[in-house]
């Protein structure tokens, strides 16, 4: 039975994807090479991995967040698969994917523009005009269907030129590199999309494909998170001048954690680990780093070298609304260490999808309430979905009861969220509402979507899309705003 508690009017619900894993195109309308190109696919036991020619001319490969070996140079194999060249292909199945998000009801969709589509290598001074003509077909699309286009400008990916060139995000250059790929969306697309964010979960990122970072350490980490800070609210800046009255964000990545024990020492871990992630939050939402500065980031042995005025901005151009993926909780205790959102994916739940994650609803309230306590701005769950094996049956439904059951206990979270606690949450995106490759794994075996798609994990099948039950039961939500979210 429908019961009376509903979304606030206005809500934005739909789905979320990003360009590389959803797209595909590879080499296609000007498309220049991303890091993230060099990434295999990979599963549970083997994680993917990057493939390169070292500076003696030998073949390797590394794990895709590691460093790569000292003048180490991207390489691709005729003899490797990798998954981002052809995604699923919504680059030339972006009508039809569209029509299927109309029909469930969506009033928004997320989905990221990839940057060597507008700037081949990066460098270029002007933008590719076929790059922006594609997203501009795309965001037209969606305007016609009453879908407001949701942009991640930045989806955990960098241009292979200024890994070379810079070291990617370590690298003060490439701040203004991004500026020039914003300004070109901003011009072309800013009186068409209300909602923007400047990057995805820089709070989880590592190594050479989303950072563009070859040499992986905290410092080196630490000084790029700056640099992605800094650009960042330079955006934000750019976005207030070309685009009145959008409103601009940036998805953090905000697991719970629990204390894995009542023991003081595992409930100040808890609190530790979790002010490593308001410090970047804080530094791109909250007007600047918080007051500890200084010890997390000695507890990380790094420090940042700022330049003058990077303070002021960041306090003058703040994000407006918070964003944020929740997927599963985990438990923290004294002695883990620092690494962000590393650890163990355990926690006191019994309940967890086929990869291990735990199933935690509850979690998906608290972070809510945790981050309007301390940002007092509106919030946005942009990423939240189970990843799970699907099987397509003869007559091509889907039958995903399991991904209806952990989509509608979130959702009623949210809903407690906003109808009880008060909450200002202003929106909900399901993430991968077709199905994409896994950004972990690299597989197609870890499904997500609404929408199946025919392709398996080396990229074999005809990217046919078949409906699973999920689709209809989403339907209903969409239509209901929220008010229905029986299973
Ligand atoms: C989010 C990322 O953290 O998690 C997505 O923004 C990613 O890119 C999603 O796909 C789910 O993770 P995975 O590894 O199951 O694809």
């Not at 969506?106 to 270029?124: D, N, Q, S, V, Y």
């Not at 946005?380 to 439904?397: H, P, Q, Y």
Request: aromatic content about 14%.
């Amino acid at each position: 039975m429908p019961d009376t508690k509903r979304f606030p009017d206005g809500f934005y619900i739909g789905g979320a994807t990003s360009d590389w894993q959803f797209e595909g195109g590879f080499g296609e309308g000007g498309r220049g090479l991303l890091s993230v190109d060099f990434a295999t696919d990979g599963n549970q036991e083997c994680p993917r991995q990057v493939t390169w020619v070292d500076k003696d001319g030998n073949r390797g490969k590394s794990h895709w967040e590691d460093p790569l070996p000292e003048g180490a140079t991207l390489t691709m194999f005729d003899d490797e698969y990798y998954p981002s060249h052809r995604a699923v292909d919504f680059y030339h199945h972006w009508k039809e994917d569209v029509a299927d998000m109309a029909e469930m009801g969506f009033t928004t969709f997320r989905f990221g523009t990839c940057w060597t589509r507008i700037f081949p290598t990066g460098l270029e001074d002007e933008p590719n005009q076929e790059g922006l003509d594609f997203y501009e077909a795309v965001v037209d699309e969606l305007n016609a269907h009453g879908i407001a286009p949701l942009i991640t400008i930045c989806h955990d990916e960098m241009p292979l030129e200024l890994v070379e060139r810079y070291n990617g995000w370590a690298g003060r250059e490439t701040i203004g590199c991004y500026l020039k790929y914003c300004r070109a969306l901003f011009e072309r697309l800013g009186d068409k999309v209300p909602l923007w964010l400047t990057f995805n979960e820089p709070n989880a990122i590592r190594g050479v494909c989303m950072m563009g970072i070859k040499d992986q350490s905290w410092p080196t980490y630490w000084q790029a998170i700056h640099h992605i800070a800094v650009a960042s609210s330079s955006a934000v800046k750019l976005g207030r001048e070309l685009c009145p009255g959008a409103r601009f964000s940036t998805m953090f990545a905000m697991s719970e954690f629990y204390a894995a024990s009542p023991r003081p020492a595992d409930v100040w871990a808890r609190y530790e680990r979790r002010h490593e992630q308001y410090a970047i939050i804080d530094a791109m939402c909250g007007g600047g780093y918080p007051h500890n500065m200084d010890k997390v980031l000695r507890d990380f042995g790094a420090e940042i070298h700022m330049e003058p005025g990077d303070e002021e901005l960041l306090a003058a151009y703040p994000l407006d609304f918070v964003s944020f993926s929740y997927y599963r909780s985990s438990l923290i205790s004294d002695g883990d260490g620092v690494h962000l959102l590393g650890g163990a994916t355990n926690s006191y739940c019994n309940e967890k999808t086929p990869w291990g994650w735990a199933v935690d609803p509850l979690g998906l309230r608290f972070c809510l309430n945790e981050l309007y306590d301390r940002y007092h701005k509106p919030l946005f769950v942009i990423e939240n979905g189970m990843g799970a094996i699907d099987k397509l049956e003869a007559d091509g439904s889907v039958h995903d009861d399991y991904r209806i059951e952990y989509l509608s206990k979130h959702l009623s979270a949210i809903r407690d969220a906003i109808c009880i606690d008060h909450v200002d949450c202003i929106g909900y995106t399901m993430w991968g509402n077709i199905d994409l490759v896994s950004r972990s794994t690299g597989e197609m075996a870890k499904r997500y979507g609404f929408v199946y798609v025919d392709m398996d994990d080396k990229g074999n099948g005809t990217l046919r899309r078949s409906r699973k039950d999920s689709f209809y039961w989403f339907k209903k939500v969409c239509e209901s705003n929220g008010a229905d979210l029986s299973v």
